[in-house]
């Protein structure tokens, strides 16, 4: 018994350091690459941008499909026998503010925006990428844009640092194979939302060190709610 409890042990520190390590491989440091990367090239052709973007997310999708979401169907009854309802609200709780967080945020850029200026319809589909790149080229908003650029990136990265934190307890092991393959699409996926981010406000003349703070900021939220997460 006590050997097993020894090996147990062991085996839950391999996972926590396995996690740690990559989880900050993922999040902070692919973000703090990315803006590095911007600082000395922000000229790669849109076409692989994309490319390289949507394989990240597709990978991301694709392992939330066919680890996560299967484990939590096999598993979906002993939540109820175990009375772990109040989990269940907390996770539904969760999903439901950032939603409208998503929808408050939208409704901002829509409104302070100039993408509309001229628009009778008020109602016409937009795009929140148009509204946030006149934010930022437009000098006279650059402390609103720069909070409202932050708030889009942090909150996407509160989902994504929830689910980095999950996986690494999926069938957990001494060293995560899924939690590690996860935080490899994450970090190809926040390598260029750090590129994108710091390089959109380099475009716009701002200042580097500016640049990197504001992505940096923007990266912290998603190896916080890892934490949270795990």
């Known amino acids: 018994f006590s050997m097993g409890a020894h090996a147990l042990t062991l085996s839950?520190?391999?996972?926590?350091?396995?996690?740690?390590?990559?989880?900050i491989f993922a999040t902070i440091i692919a973000t703090l690459l990315g803006a590095l990367i911007s600082k000395?090239?922000?000229?790669?052709?849109?076409?692989?941008?994309?490319f390289l973007q949507n394989f990240s997310v597709g990978i991301v999708v694709g392992l939330l499909f066919f680890?996560?979401?299967?484990e939590a169907i096999e598993n979906s009854t002993s939540y109820f026998s175990e009375n772990k309802i109040i989990g269940i609200l907390i996770s539904?709780?969760?999903?439901?503010?950032?939603?409208?967080?998503?929808?408050?945020l939208h409704e901002l850029l829509h409104k302070i925006s100039n993408h509309h200026k001229e628009d009778k319809d008020?109602?016409?589909?937009?795009?929140?990428?148009?509204?946030?790149?006149?934010?930022i080229t437009n000098n006279d908003n650059q402390i609103v844009a720069a909070i409202l650029f932050l708030g889009a990136i942090s909150i996407h990265n509160i989902p994504e640092g929830l689910s980095l934190g999950t996986?690494?307890?999926?069938?957990?092991?001494?060293?995560?194979?899924?939690?590690?393959?996860?935080?490899?699409?994450?970090?190809i996926h926040n390598f260029f939302i750090g590129y994108t981010m710091c390089?959109?406000?380099?475009?716009?003349?701002?200042?580097?060190?500016?640049?990197?703070?504001?992505?940096?900021?923007?990266?912290?939220?998603?190896?916080l709610f890892s934490i949270i997460g795990y």
């Open 167 to 187: 996986i690494f307890n999926v069938n957990s092991t001494s060293i995560p194979y899924v939690g590690i393959t996860f935080s490899i699409a994450l970090f």
């Open 40 to 50: 000395f090239n922000n000229k790669m052709p849109k076409l692989l941008e994309s």
């Open 67 to 70: 680890e996560m979401i299967v």
């Open 12 to 23: 839950i520190i391999l996972n926590m350091l396995y996690y740690f390590i990559f989880s």
């Open 199 to 223: 390089s959109s406000f380099l475009k716009s003349n701002k200042k580097f060190s500016f640049s990197l703070l504001m992505t940096l900021l923007s990266s912290a939220p998603a190896f």
């Open 92 to 104: 539904v709780g969760i999903i439901l503010v950032i939603g409208l967080l998503f929808f408050a």
């Open 122 to 135: 008020d109602d016409e589909a937009c795009e929140d990428h148009a509204h946030t790149s006149e934010l």
